[in-house]
């Protein structure tokens, strides 16, 4: 399987690939005949490296694999073995292919099985049609730079068009409705003007972020935050975005929303059941901007114990911080 991948990447980038095995499997059998694809069914010699640009050794033979990186290195070329970083002079990531859109996965050599899974998890999220998205909404980039100067509208543009109605139309099929929906987009203007969202942080635990938070957090053209804030959320923020941690007043947060920008503003628990919170909110709202509160999850729940067929439930004050999983956890 290691083996018929190589080769399939190779291929896409253009690559002359020369296959050297006398049993190759079933997944490299089915490549064979594709164009600028050579079989030899013997293993190389040292000969065979003469001009080779890259090597890669896949054959889970320690012994082979070794032959193989000494006779390559000794011709100038590169050399990748798979799972044996002693001996790859680059690693190769997991790739997520949905071009143009591609995604690469790596972990330095450290864990390829977690780049493998994270991969996985990946094509579960991407599905095949975003990639014919980006190529039919590429047709319009000349057209949206010419009507957009500001590159703000131009990203608010952008994103109304990918998670708006436009990418449903097309990701449906409907390819002469997004047509449509995105000409008339182009006709009446992208900019929604600025707003305030109150974001709520709960315990400070980023993986107890809700999706719509995150959401808004990528989104943010200035974002208000304590200094205290962990690194783990301030991570999840949009890089390009301002961020402020002095000053921190409903009247600038109004101020910023009223030159059209998203303000987004980071707060401690649950600003929703704040009474703090709520008096900043209605002042922002007072400027007669557009707000929105959002809670904060804590790090708080019930813990069970059985004794016998009795089950009891009690509180628990807080969890001890944790990493993101892998593996969704039942007290999420």
């Known amino acids: 399987m290691t083996a018929a991948r190589r080769v399939e990447r190779a291929l896409s980038a253009g690559a002359e690939v020369h296959v050297f095995d006398p049993a190759p499997c079933e997944e490299v059998r089915r490549l064979l005949g594709a164009p600028r694809l050579t079989h030899h069914a013997r293993l190389p010699i040292p000969e065979d490296y003469s001009d080779c640009l890259i090597a890669y050794g896949a054959s889970d033979d320690p012994k082979r694999d070794k032959a193989l990186h000494r006779a390559a290195k000794a011709e100038g070329a590169l050399v990748n073995v798979a799972d044996v970083k002693p001996l790859c002079d680059f690693i190769t990531p997991s790739i997520v292919d949905r071009s143009p859109v591609v995604v690469a996965i790596s972990t330095s050599g450290a864990a390829p099985v977690i780049g493998r899974i994270l991969r996985a998890r990946i094509e579960a999220l991407l599905p095949a049609g975003y990639g014919r998205l980006a190529s039919f909404l590429s047709a319009f980039r000349a057209r949206i730079e010419a009507n957009f100067s500001s590159g703000r509208v131009r990203r608010r543009f ?59 957090m990528q989104r943010a053209d200035v974002v208000f935050h304590d200094a205290r804030l962990s690194n783990d959320i301030v991570a999840l923020l949009r890089r390009d975005a301002g961020r402020e941690t002095n000053e921190l007043t409903a009247e600038r947060a109004a101020r910023y929303a009223q030159e059209g920008q998203r303000v987004v503003w980071l707060m401690p628990g649950d600003p929703a059941q704040d009474p703090e919170a709520k008096a900043i909110a209605a002042r922002i709202a007072g400027f007669g901007v557009s707000i929105q509160v959002l809670p904060g999850v804590s790090d708080t729940g019930l813990d069970a114990q059985v004794d016998g067929k009795v089950i009891t439930l009690h509180s628990r004050e807080k969890a001890q911080p944790h990493a993101m999983s892998l593996v969704p956890r039942a007290t999420l």
């Open 158 to 216: 952008w994103e109304r068009m990918i998670d708006g109605p436009v990418a449903d139309a097309f990701l449906s099929g409907d390819t002469s409705a997004s047509h449509a929906l995105l000409n008339s987009m182009l006709e009446n203007g992208a900019d929604e003007g600025g707003a305030v969202w109150v974001v709520g942080t709960g315990d400070d635990v980023a993986d107890l972020m809700t999706f719509r938070s995150l959401s808004v």
